[in-house]
């Protein structure tokens, strides 16, 4: 067995606040914005992410962190706000990712909105859990994850993941989901 801990840095206790109807972080540290254009080739109608690219590029969703060091030992946490939207008929989504530690899981609980997370892993298992107000999806360990808006609202999620998680991003751009969501006659389908 071996003892001996990677280092974490000690820093001093903090509190942030939430506007929890927005679903924004009040002086966040850093706000990530993904729109259309930093989608191309993660819906399945290139086209018609081309024409929403062409139309004005709207906003797919933002990330409010105010980061704490990526270590072992940290929690990172951040809100992520899904807008809703069609691609297509394919609702709209987060590119969705490995974590780099890929031994490392996530909580999300969801604030507003509705939706899916979308789960892998490398060999090919899919699944998927609903979100809801007050509903809470775990992502184990070595799970894939992207989560998609089927509302017609901002999907609002609160995250905690380990400080050391990191962002594989790669390795889902060359695999893709195996199931996607659909919008058909106002119902949504995943196939
Ligand atoms: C979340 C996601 C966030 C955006 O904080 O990073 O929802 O999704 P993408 O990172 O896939 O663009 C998370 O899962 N962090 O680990
Ligand atoms: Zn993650």
Redesign the pocket.
Known sequence: MNFIKPATTFIQPFAVSFNLVEGIMLNPKSH?V?RAGDMKGHYRDHEALAALIAAGNPTH?E?F?TPVPHEYGHL?Y?I?K?HPGLVGEEWFM????Y?TAINTG?I?LALRGEGLMMMKTPDGQCRHERFEPGRMVY?PPYWG???INTGREPLI?F?V?PGD?G?N?GD?EKEGFPRRAFCRNGATVVE
């Open positions: 990530l993904r969703y990330v962190e990172m951040c992520s899904l987060t590119k969705g990712h974590h996530e999300y992502v994850h992207r989560s999620s995250c993941y998680a962002h991003y889902i």
